[in-house]
């Protein structure tokens, strides 16, 4: 018998596309205040094409942040309910001027789509929608199982408001197993689960010195230098290899078992390839005695993003700036805390802190680590979804990243969380001209379809 | 005899400082491509009034950037020239939220005119132009001097148009003697002759990393961090302390001479008021074994101006930036001249490199140090003229800015040059609430007269 949803995905995959193109185009950059109205509009597009393929009880959360975005269909008694996420929020598209085509212009270029958000994350929520809406269509209006879906406008800022929505409502989002789609696979064509992910602080390292902007002839060699401070507070932080000098900052870290890390070792992996494909670097950096995927997945990190402050124009302004900034933060593995981290690093801070300043240390948000048990028979039917689209056994994995819903979803819901996701690793996620492969949108599509057909069997 | 000149110029104060407020209200910020046409109509305004009073021969002089204004009276015969500098471009306003009143909308407050520019330099340009209009009215429309007078519309940005002319045409600027206004006064009501000035390199340090922006989370553990790097390099260059750790960096040095160093003792000098009220900071910083005043007129400095790159709006974004950069300057004292200091500092950047990124400095613009020979008549002919106008011996001190043209005027002009200004310790050039205090604009005119009539005399 010929599978009715995936002929409908199938016939209608265009349509999707540009469906796809259409949510892309609202710039919905959750961390900018100018594009709050923005982040609003799409989580209203996302709330009508719930309504519109058959969810009920759409409606739109709202939260101290961007609202919530939450739909369900409760109808196929006594099979499981699969808890679908996804967010509508997008990363800042900065810097411009390296966009090949406009950020919010979703533009198709050798079998890819460009856009910011494209695949992460609006391409992989649209996956979800459209698979649902196949499911809708291929069987006279239900779904072959239980079907919560929940959308937030926040994960690119730390997700605070889903954070407290989850753990004051429970209830609400009562499921047997949660589905993201927000990860990557290892390399084309091959699907992959992700069992991992790191969690992290965002900080910023505030140091002020004079009280005033100040001359740097007349006062050079008196005030203090603020981002002089700051360079030397870094070097404090993390030495030339990577390792944190934080104390205390690694006394809680687990280290992979030793069947995973064996796991990892037979991954299609050519470091050399991936230095200079996807880094681009003259070299690779990081922590000695570890593997390139044990770094990215499996040990703590340090990373500056951006020093704001002082002059940044053209040309030459001879100011002591009577303050600077420095946007820091760690990722974190397991069993670190979030929590101990940020303590760990603030009170490390102003002991590093040179004399003639004052340095102030402020959480901007936070995520904890997570690792996905794999003994559950949901990983199982994910596997078997994957294998019939990609025609390929399943490789595991874990994240560098941060999905801060993931470990709430386990913390608060008590649910497996199977990271199902189809990006690639050459996709630019948070950086400029990213892309969805679109094969893999409509593969990804296919395979969340056999997954809750899987679910429901 | 009344002097006729003084009181010319004391019953038109009112209209001199009105004057002044048109002028300052045209943001001639000679760094910002921007505003080229505002650096070009501040020249005209000039240009203008110069013609207006009586010179002759008024003009722009068109050079790569902005032009100069040029014009003289040499109908003094027998009498010695006298070339009169000022700079008509200013800094940059920002942080501009720290601005009281709008930058380029001059305000009166407690006796102080508040604009970008009151005192450096538009203010003590004026105080010229207007010494000379007093000169030509008190006496039938005749100097007591030959004059010629020279503006610049790039002193903020390297005075690479005036230093091609000066060394060009040299025969155009002939003259006897060069009184430049764009120092400031030791303290209030204590007139000063500034006898030596630091020079400086201005330069640009551009690390690059990986290809593109990089997440965070993907890649945090593998790709190298440009900021990082900066800050590496930046605490390799300089010690906590504030010594300049560039191999070779303080060889060419010339201390300053016992006497000069027992008369800076002598000076009325409180460090804890000048913390408090000038700095603000902590604690004041530099190199160990030094004075304040000798750490700011007599040792080089290295200092950070501001880190543009990387993502600097309100909020996160997890990126790893694939470029980085650091405006950072050094003040030079005499002996050491800019090419070589340059010269070093680029070679041992490259070796501070850590591995992973590459390193480009720019030089975006240098000065040499300059130290004036006091045993000139002149010299005497200016302390005269103060003591006549403020009642007190004049004290001589060094600057810790850089004024590129005096070294030039010395150098290729083979004058000396009198450094008598106007300005405060605490008029907040180049940063916020620049302020000119009125009384010193007005006083700060009748000394220039009484110099004039003491050199013709």
């Known amino acids: 018998m010929p599978n009715t949803a995936l002929a409908f995905a199938e016939k ?34 996302l709330a009508d094409e719930l309504k519109r393929i058959g969810l009920e009880n759409v409606r739109l959360i709202e939260t101290a942040g961007h609202p919530l ?23 800042p598209p900065d ?14 270029r050798n079998n890819n789509l460009y856009a910011r958000g494209a695949v992460d994350d609006k391409g992989q929520l649209w ?5 649902l809406e196949a499911l809708f269509q291929g069987s006279g209006g239900r779904l072959p199982v239980n079907v919560r879906m929940i959308s937030e406008g926040e994960e690119e800022v730390g997700g605070e408001g889903i954070s407290e929505y989850v753990q004051k409502h429970p209830e609400a989002l009562k499921a047997d197993v949660a589905l993201v789609c927000d990860t990557e696979m290892f390399a084309p064509e091959l699907p992959t689960l992700c069992v991992g992910l790191r969690g992290m602080i965002y900080t910023e390292l505030e140091v002020r010195g004079a009280k005033s902007d100040l001359h740097s002839g007349m006062y050079g060699g008196a005030a203090p230098n603020p981002f002089m401070a700051l360079a030397e507070i870094l070097t404090g932080l993390k030495d030339a290899d990577g390792h944190i000098l934080i104390p205390g900052f690694y006394d809680d870290l687990q280290t992979p078992a030793a069947e995973e890390l064996a796991a990892w070792k037979s991954l299609p992996f050519d470091e050399e390839h991936y230095r200079l494909t996807e880094v681009g670097s003259p070299e690779l ?97 994910a596997v078997t979804a994957m294998h019939e689209i990609w025609k390929k056994d399943t490789v595991f994995v874990r994240g560098g990243g941060s999905i801060p819903i993931v470990g709430e979803f386990e913390r608060y819901l008590k649910l497996p969380v199977i990271l199902m996701g189809f990006g690639l690793p050459d996709d630019g996620l948070h950086a400029p001209n990213e892309k ?16 809750l057909e899987n679910c429901g069997a």
Chains 1, 2 share one sequence.
């Open 95 to 108: 810097p411009l001027d390296e966009w090949l085509s406009p950020p919010f212009e979703p533009v198709e």
């Open 69 to 91: 975005v939450y739909g369900d269909w409760l109808h196929a008694e006594g099979k499981p309910t699969v808890l679908l996420y996804g967010h509508y929020d997008v990363q």
């Open 285 to 381: 950096v990081g922590e000695k005695g570890y593997s390139v995927l044990e770094r990215i997945w499996a040990r703590p990190t340090l990373e500056v993003h951006g020093m704001p402050g002082g002059f940044i124009g053209a040309g030459a302004k001879t100011v002591i700036p009577a303050k600077a900034l420095a946007k820091v933060s760690m990722r974190l593995v397991p069993n670190m805390t979030s929590a101990k981290a940020y303590e760990l690093y603030a009170a490390y801070v102003q002991k590093l802190a040179p004399k003639g300043v004052t340095v102030e240390t402020r959480l901007i948000h936070s995520g904890e680590p997570v690792v996905v048990s794999t003994d559950n028979p949901f990983i199982h039917k």
């Open 12 to 45: 209608n995959r265009e349509k999707a596309l540009e469906e796809l193109k259409a949510f892309l185009r609202i710039p919905s950059v959750s961390t900018l205040p100018d594009h709050a109205g923005d982040v609003r509009a799409a989580a209203g597009f």
């Open 436 to 451: 969805f492969h679109i094969p893999n949108f409509y593969r990804g599509t296919d395979s969340i379809i056999l997954f």
């Open 127 to 131: 996956m979800q929608v459209k698979a």
